[in-house]
């Protein structure tokens, strides 16, 4: 449902104040504002509407208005003004990002805790293989029970295992093997790498002693490995910084959480490589425990076939515009830093994109 262009006023006005103060915000304050030229009876009147309407909630009945996850949703979509950074900002983050790259060696847990000191909430980066396969096979001979299985990824990354016989294999059955991985197994993914396939090698090979079942275990160990997410977490103990979480139980509830493994983010594929920020609010989430808090999250070319995802967690009051602007010039940053990418157009840092996941439209 369509609301005013003064409703909509009044709403920026309650979420600016409230992310200012983080105490309802009730009719007086924003009428002090001065922006508005309206009657503190016409702001109490709007701000009524906008309960009935599910933009804002009343905590007590004499306290004032707090927004909702919907109301979140309107200011982020349409209200809020886009932060940029000035120049004295940018040039303080890209110190200290190259710093922090050149001393912890580009490591995506030194992103997670730099986008924390950043931001000040919590903070997870993740990176993830888009599709690593092995391109090159070595079986190495060493006696009649023993050979090694080296493999080299897409990566460029190299994996090897030695392998015990309990019966005796000759040099020219492991060169066989050799010859036909190379020749059959190369840049197959995970899924390719099938019962039928391997039992067919089996065949060509005429391996009787079962060893091309043992190399395709080590092969698809290694790549269910190399494509699984790896995340850090670091900050969590900020969430007690917010006046939100000075509960104990409801801190400990979503500290717990993250520093169990869960996750804030959704799936690297999940987003577009332009797609920079993407904003979740309570309910929006992606785990029961996130419900009443707010997730920023930016996309990065890592390299090597990988993007990578950096987010943050914090009360649905955090200023969206600052942390949004933050996190794209890190994740900009990071892009040209570990993707190799061209500096991008003066002010794209600050371009904000947010999704909306109930029904997949992009609002600039």
Not at 130 to 147: C, E, G, M, Q, W
Request: aromatic letters at 4%; a negative charge; hydrophobic letters at 40%.
């Amino acid at each position: 449902m369509a609301i005013s262009d003064r409703k909509k006023k009044i709403l920026a006005a309650v979420v600016d104040e409230y992310i200012r103060t983080a105490e309802p915000v009730g009719s007086k304050a924003i009428a002090q504002r001065g922006e508005l030229k309206c009657s503190s009876a016409t702001i109490r009147n709007e701000l009524a509407e906008l309960v009935a309407l599910g933009y804002l909630e009343q905590p007590h009945t004499s306290a004032g208005r707090v927004p909702t996850p919907m109301g979140y949703r309107m200011y982020v979509n349409e209200l809020m003004e886009r932060q940029k950074l000035s120049l004295e900002e940018s040039e303080e983050m890209n110190l200290r990002l190259n710093q922090k790259l050149q001393e912890l060696d580009d490591t995506i847990k030194d992103v997670s805790r730099l986008a924390s000191q950043l931001t000040d909430y919590p903070a997870l980066a993740l990176t993830a293989q888009s599709s690593v396969t092995v391109k090159r096979y070595d079986l190495i001979y060493v006696d009649a029970n023993n050979f090694i299985i080296v493999l080299m990824l897409s990566s460029n990354a190299v994996k090897s295992k030695l392998v015990h016989l309990p019966v005796s294999a000759d040099q020219e059955l492991v060169q066989r093997l050799s010859t036909l991985f190379n020749a059959s197994f190369t840049g197959l993914a995970e899924a390719e790498i099938t019962p039928v396939k391997i039992h067919a090698a089996e065949r060509a090979a005429d391996d009787q002693l079962g060893l091309t079942a043992v190399i395709s275990a080590f092969v698809l160990e290694t790549l269910a490995e190399a494509n699984t997410p790896t995340a850090f977490l670091s900050g969590e103990n900020r969430l007690l910084n917010q006046p939100e979480f000075r509960d104990p139980d409801k801190a400990h509830k979503l500290m717990s959480y993250l520093s169990g493994g869960g996750t804030i983010l959704p799936s690297a594929e999940g987003m577009q490589p332009s797609d920079e920020v993407r904003v979740l609010i309570g309910p929006e989430n992606v785990a029961e425990e996130l419900k009443d808090s707010s997730v920023v999250i930016a996309s990065y070319d890592a390299g090597d076939n990988t993007r990578g995802l950096i987010g943050v967690v914090g009360p649905t009051r955090m200023d969206y515009s600052a942390v949004a602007a933050k996190l794209s010039f890190l994740a900009a940053g990071l892009s040209r830093r570990l993707g190799g990418g061209e500096a991008p157009p003066e002010g794209l840092h600050n371009k904000l994109i947010i999704k909306e996941i109930d029904d997949g439209h992009e609002r600039r």
